[in-house]
């Protein structure tokens, strides 16, 4: 069994797919919490290069991967806490101070990552991302003909992943349930809905918002943090590289469910993956359609699509929270 | 007022010397107001008179200036509607405040309740329990974008029940509601005070209050007039209590003599952008001197109606001529040329015909300035014909360079119907103009569209209320999902049968003409079939048509 047998080469490829997907898809989880509250911060690049910065930073001085976790959502908590202050309390204009938060984040974050640029992560904490605790050992079964095969297929798609993959897969159960099952997940979407009809309820419109944006920017700093600490192993200026973006694009391109996000940030992380494989191909490299920067386009084609088919959708057709990007005011008629 | 300890003889509410200013505007100087337990107590008051601001303070929206708010004999100060609902005052707002795609269950529950579970099981039994004991027939699992008018308001009153509230305020909750409904909701209330509720009606239209209060309390520029038992009152009485006046209460329906056919709609079809039907075979005639009302529910076409005509929508089929003349297809400079002049008074009131941020003279330059010549804008003209318009229709504003989103809803009324009316029109359209207005804004509008009527002027009145409906057109075209489920002689129909039709049902009774079929164009004038068919005891003078059997072709 070599890793060149189509299926093989299938396997790894969704493999990849999956690692690369990973902070798109904490980030989207991150996002769709801040925006089911009615709230649209376009600052998750700056969020997560400010979580990512704090969290590598703490790791390589204290060596320490709790410290490092929470870091990094303090990080990025700092830039959604200026955020949610200007556009809930002073109801600043939700898309400026998401762009301001943007600028802002990748300004600290570059500041305070200078540092780190040739540190790379502690081997105790690369050790633990490197740990695969679902793989099964299927050495007596793998030289059977076709059961080895598929069973090996199946471990490399399925179970050979650190545990960051499946505590995102299980955060996007929760959350889903959490939004759709629970008394919180009702109110939170009330308020992303219809605040007006949240205050009337008696549910506390400012707070919730607060506490969506907080959570949300928590999970974009995790988010952050995956790309020095596990994915990278060290600090790179502007390390996310537009994936804050492509986040935001996502929440659309998923229509604000946790669930479809895992699929969602599966298929662009997979056009990500494609951009470099198709590098390898000499007689692909001249054909501009599969440059990697036109690759790298297309997630943001394929969310234009989405968001025309869905504002063409027929009346009655949900298209996302209510109060998206609006502020509220109670004393307004 | 009272002691700490509650007692029966508590009133439910007592609201002493409040006052409120937004600004400089005093919007409540010491007001008194007071509702006992089981009673259904009328709020009057013209606009700006305060209703809206005293409403909001008892429920938390607004904290007063000064003045005490005492429920059950407990001096309470509310700092969040959250505090409001906790001691028992729930309101329902004249503008829903429901979230459309969520169900009745998610609506009711929202806000209710401790901890993470969301029963839903049990809630649903709750409104199901309540939605019986009250006799209102809610489904709990329906979507409220799914729900008719009357369906969202019983929502949001279950919504106010579910949270344990005994004292209720209904701001205007019958804008909006069919006769039928109307009635239903009546009945819901009555049932509430039998088990000792409290409820505030917040209602423009007296007969309703006569018909369902107990007390009634005027105020008037944000003072308290004094409060009076129903028994003991009469309409004209009420009406000078809040006018300060005495007012005359009927509206005047001018005997115009016809001098022609103005406007003829055949077979017009129209479909949304999304491909759904709004408009469906509706064919009218419209004459000069007369006053053609449109009644309907809300969405039931009338939006899709006034902007086909003014050439704002297209048409998926049919022919709208205007003297003759075809005009479908035809750009709405165009047909503001002919003389076709439109008002549509949207639900806030600004969103069409006006720029809020504009002052009153540009807003009246705004039609006008296109069929002027040269390059530059005529402002000079502009801000003499505002003036008149301001003095003639007396609207109140500091003056014309005042953004006309800072007037009064009436005022601003007042502006686009003024601007229309200056353009000389031979067709004026005008939905909702009354939408909101007190009495005295109300009937000056009213006189406005009747001066029209003498004048010739052909006049679509897309209306809400039916008594106003009934006593000011001539006759009344009633829609149905877009579909005219029939014509009316508005002299002689009545309320509960234009509340029919308005749910689709074709009338059948005795004495009904169903309009159609109505004859096809071209019709060189009017057609005295059809007309004599729909109004027989009009006195409009008609050359004599044949015998009309079924109504052919003139």
């Known amino acids: 069994m070599t890793d060149t047998t189509p299926l093989m080469v299938l396997a790894v490829f969704l493999a990849s797919a999956v690692r690369y997907s990973m902070p798109l898809l904490v980030g989207t989880l991150g996002e769709t919490v801040t925006e089911r509250s009615g709230h649209l911060n376009l600052g998750v690049e700056g969020m997560m290069l400010m979580g990512g910065a704090a969290g590598f930073v703490t ?167 995956y790309l020095p600490l596990v994915h990278n192993g060290t600090w790179v200026e502007n390390i996310t590289g537009g994936r804050g973006w492509i986040v935001v694009a996502l929440v659309i391109f998923v229509r604000w469910s946790p669930l479809r996000a895992m699929l969602g940030a599966l298929l662009f992380g997979a056009l990500e993956i494609i951009g470099f494989k198709l590098q390898g191909f000499p007689q692909l490299a001249g054909n501009p359609l599969f440059s990697q920067y036109i690759i790298g386009m297309y997630p943001y084609i394929i969310t234009v699509i989405v968001l025309v088919a869905n504002s063409a959708r027929k009346k009655g057709g949900w298209r996302g929270p209510g109060a998206l990007g609006l502020p509220y005011f109670r004393e307004e008629r | 007022m009272g002691g700490p300890v509650p007692s029966a003889e508590c009133p439910a509410i007592e609201m002493a010397g409040i006052c409120k200013s937004f600004g400089h505007v005093r919007a409540n100087h010491n007001v008194g107001f007071s509702v006992r337990s089981g009673e259904i107590h009328a709020l009057l008051g013209e606009n700006g008179s305060g209703k809206s601001t005293l409403m909001n303070i008892l429920s938390g929206i607004y904290l007063p200036d000064a003045g005490s708010v005492a429920v059950r004999g407990r001096h309470v100060a509310f700092r969040s509607p959250r505090d409001a609902i906790a001691i028992g005052i729930g309101m329902v707002h004249q503008h829903f405040k429901l979230v459309e795609s969520m169900t009745a269950m998610e609506n009711i529950v929202a806000g209710t309740g401790r901890g993470l579970r969301l029963d839903r099981q049990q809630a649903r039994e709750r409104i199901r329990a ?134 003829s ?72 040329r002919l003389g076709i002049s439109m008002s549509f008074i949207p639900e806030d009131r600004l969103g069409m015909g006006l720029v809020a941020g504009m002052d009153i003279a540009d807003n009246v330059m705004l039609k006008d300035y296109a069929f002027r010549p040269g390059l530059f804008l005529d402002r000079t003209a502009a801000r003499k014909k505002a003036r008149e318009i301001v003095s003639r229709l007396s609207i109140d504003t500091p003056g014309i360079f005042h953004p006309v989103r800072k007037l009064s809803g009436g005022n601003i009324q007042k502006v686009i119907l003024g601007r229309e009316i200056d353009l000389n029109p031979k067709l004026l359209i005008t939905a909702y103009a009354v939408r909101g207005l007190d009495i005295h804004s109300s009937y000056t509008i009213y006189r406005l569209l009747n001066d029209q009527k003498v004048k010739g002027v052909a006049v679509l009145y897309i209306g809400e209320d039916l008594d106003v409906l009934l006593e000011l057109c001539d006759r009344i075209l009633v829609l149905f999902n877009g579909r005219v489920t029939g014509i009316v002689d508005a002299r002689s129909s009545t309320k509960e049968r234009i509340g029919l039709m308005m749910t689709g049902e074709t009338p059948r009774a005795e004495g009904w003409q169903v309009p159609l079929p109505v004859p096809p164009l071209p019709a060189s004038n009017a057609c005295p079939v059809a007309d004599r068919l729909l109004s027989p005891d009009s006195d409009r003078t008609m050359p004599a048509g044949p015998d009309g059997k079924g109504g052919g072709p003139c």
């Open chain 2, 265 to 336: 709609v055949r077979n017009l079809s129209v479909r949304d952008e999304e491909g759904i039907r709004k408009l469906d075979d509706v064919s009218f005639d419209l004459h000069h001197g007369e006053i053609l009302g449109v009644a309907g529910l809300a969405g039931s076409g009338q939006k899709e109606l006034c902007e086909t005509i003014a050439g704002l929508q297209a048409a998926e089929g049919g022919r709208i001529a205007f003297h003759g003349n075809d005009i479908l297809g035809r750009s709405p400079r165009d047909i503001i």
């Open chain 1, 59 to 225: 790791a390589i001085r204290t060596d320490s991967l709790v410290l490092s976790l929470l870091a990094a959502m303090g990080g990025a908590i700092a830039g959604a806490l200026f955020y949610a202050v200007l556009t809930v309390t002073f109801r600043a204009n939700q898309v400026v101070t998401g762009l301001a938060l943007t600028l802002f984040g990748a300004g600290v974050a570059n500041t305070v990552g200078k540092g780190a640029v040739h540190a790379s992560t502690p081997p105790h904490i690369q050790a633990f991302f490197a740990w695969q605790p679902l793989r099964p050992d299927l050495s007596a079964i793998e030289s059977v003909p076709v059961l080895g095969p598929a069973a090996v297929f199946l471990r490399t798609v399925l179970l050979e992943y650190n545990i960051y993959v499946y505590m995102a897969v299980l955060l996007a159960v929760v959350l889903s349930l959490l939004l759709h099952r629970t008394r919180l997940g009702l109110h939170l979407r009330v308020v992303g809905e219809n605040p007006a009809s949240a205050d009337a309820s008696g549910i506390r419109v400012a707070a919730t918002r607060y506490g969506a944006i907080l959570v949300g920017g928590a999970l974009c700093g995790l988010a952050g943090l």
């Open chain 2, 130 to 263: 309540f939605s019986r004991r009250f006799e209102m027939g809610l489904d709990p699992d329906k979507r409220v974008h799914d729900m008719s008018v009357g369906e969202k308001q019983t929502v949001e009153i279950l919504k106010v029940l579910y949270r344990g509230a005994d004292i209720l305020v209904l701001d205007e909750p019958t804008a909006v509601l069919t006769p039928q409904e109307i009635g239903r909701l009546f009945g819901i209330l009555r049932l509430m005070r039998q088990e000792g509720h409290s409820v505030i009606f917040i209602s423009h239209k007296l007969n309703e209050v006569m018909s369902l209060c107990d007390r009634v309390t005027v105020l008037r520029r944000g003072e308290t007039v004094g409060t009076v038992a129903v028994a003991d009152c009469t309409t004209s009485r009420l009406v000078e209590m809040m006018v300060g006046r005495v007012v005359d209460l009927s509206i005047d329906r001018p005997r115009v003599q016809s001098s022609g056919l103005c406007l």
